[in-house]
């Protein structure tokens, strides 16, 4: 049974351009998060999804936007991409019930550079 | 104020050591808590769930108190295998279309050597 995955796992943009993250969440799961972790800081919650609805969504700029299909997987779309977001972005899916909070899975993430 | 803030360390311990890590947290609704363990350049995940009375797995002990709003993971007898650095991580149900969010602190760098 495959976990969580991510693609893809490195990726260099240059700035202002724009970068697709993608996240295919572990078998019966049906929620998806996503957080972003910059080097030397825990993951910070960026938004979460589920029945392909943004559903909470922390703080960041609109710069940020993602989408879930209806398989469940989804998409991270960055734009205008500043220095300052080079990070890990980690995908965590879960399933949308009272156990969520201890079967949230993390992807390995995708290390993304911009230059 | 970060809502969770722990110390970054990093700790160097020898084998065989105990060692403590603590956290507190800012928001008094937080309703779980968490310690993650996350090694380097991979993913974070699940050491174990941290409760009121105190639990236990292994030679990990985790130890919350929700009037003081603090948490400790401590860990006894040192194995090379435990370098890594741990994640304190809260959570509070959002309620209504939202499973809430996990949020976690800087995180505590431990290397235990020969």
């Known amino acids: 049974d495959a976990g969580v995955t991510q693609s893809p796992t490195h990726l260099i943009k240059t700035r202002g351009q724009q970068v697709t993250l993608r996240c295919s969440p572990k078998?019966?799961?049906?929620?998806v998060s996503w957080y972003q972790q910059a080097l030397g800081q825990g993951p910070q919650f960026i938004f979460q999804?589920?029945?392909?609805?943004?559903?909470q969504r922390g703080n960041f700029p609109d710069r940020f936007s993602g989408h879930q299909f209806p398989n469940y997987s989804s998409e991270l779309n960055v734009n205008a991409l500043l220095l300052g977001d080079s990070a890990l972005y980690l995908c965590?899916?879960?399933?949308?019930?009272?156990?969520?909070?201890?079967?949230?899975?993390f992807g390995q993430g995708t290390r993304l550079t911009v230059v | 104020r970060k809502e969770v803030e722990q110390d970054p360390g990093p700790f160097n311990v020898p084998e065989g050591a105990t060692v403590a890590f603590n956290c507190t947290y800012s928001?008094?609704?937080?309703?779980?808590f968490f310690w993650y363990r996350q090694d380097c350049r991979k993913e974070p995940k699940l050491l174990m769930s941290?409760?009121?009375s105190g639990n236990e797995d292994g030679r990990f002990t985790a130890q919350l108190n929700r009037a003081s709003q603090y948490i400790s993971l401590l860990i006894r007898d040192s194995k090379l295998s435990d370098s890594a650095t741990y994640l304190c991580?809260?959570?509070?149900?959002?309620?209504?279309?939202?499973?809430?969010?996990?949020?976690f602190g800087q995180g505590t760098i431990l290397t235990v050597h020969p």
């Open positions: 965590a899916s879960s399933p949308r019930t009272g156990s969520w909070l201890t079967e949230a899975f």
């Open positions: 078998s019966g799961h049906d929620t």
């Open positions: 999804y589920y029945e392909e609805e943004e559903r």
């Open positions: 928001n008094s609704a937080s309703q779980s």
């Open positions: 941290v409760y009121s």
């Open positions: 991580v809260v959570a509070r149900n959002a309620g209504g279309t939202s499973y809430g969010k996990l949020t």
